[in-house]
């Protein structure tokens, strides 16, 4: 039995202290022990970026982290971008303008968009493209997808907010 390591790190603004196997991946801590099932695990080495989430408000490919190395950490995942009052809009926009079909590869979609219109509300298509390129869909045709943003970043200035709440 491999030695136990406690990691403590806070994941959409609940802390979370548990004992893991330091070879645990943490997309398997976050959809094991934290039943956080909507970050999908595709290729496991990097690729495909059905993993991605947020790690101190940066994207990170969580197949590719150990637990362990989030210890401290601050993480979002694709469950914390809804509020109560509803949808983030980035969400809105990918269901009114079809940017998903299966939707498997929508959660890394999402948490890199996030990050991309939070540094920057008004992208070029060439920048909007640069980030959909290091995310594989299979099934909807990227060009949906890209409609999917326009309409985020227009839903997001309409509303006057940041993609990204600040940290807590
Ligand atoms: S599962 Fe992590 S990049 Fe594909
Ligand atoms: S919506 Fe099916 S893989 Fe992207």
Redesign the pocket.
Same mark, same amino acid.
């Given at each position: 039995m491999a030695t136990m390591k406690t990691v403590r790190m806070k994941v959409n603004g609940v802390t979370h202290e548990s004992e893991v196997e330091p070879r645990t991946t943490l997309?398997d801590f976050l959809r094991g022990p934290l039943a956080l099932t909507g970050t #999908? *695990? $595709? /290729?496991? #080495?990097? *690729?495909? $970026?059905? /993993?991605?989430i947020l790690v101190d408000g940066r994207t990170a490919?969580? /197949?590719?982290m150990l637990a362990v190395q989030a210890d401290g950490a601050e993480i979002t995942t694709v469950e914390g971008l809804a509020t109560p009052e509803g949808l983030h809009p980035i969400q809105q926009a990918f269901i009114e303008e079809h940017g998903l079909q299966c939707g498997f590869c929508t959660p $890394?979609f999402l948490m890199s968009l996030v990050e991309l219109l939070s540094e920057n509300p008004d992208p070029s298509d060439a920048e909007i493209k640069d980030v959909l390129g290091g995310q594989i869909c299979r099934c909807t045709g990227y060009q949906s997808i890209l409609k999917s943003v326009h309409s985020a970043i227009a839903k997001l200035r309409t509303a006057g907010v940041a993609a990204q709440p600040p940290l807590a």
């Open positions: 997309v #999908h *695990v $595709g /290729c496991e #080495h990097g *690729v495909c $970026g059905a /993993c991605t490919r969580s /197949c590719l $890394g």
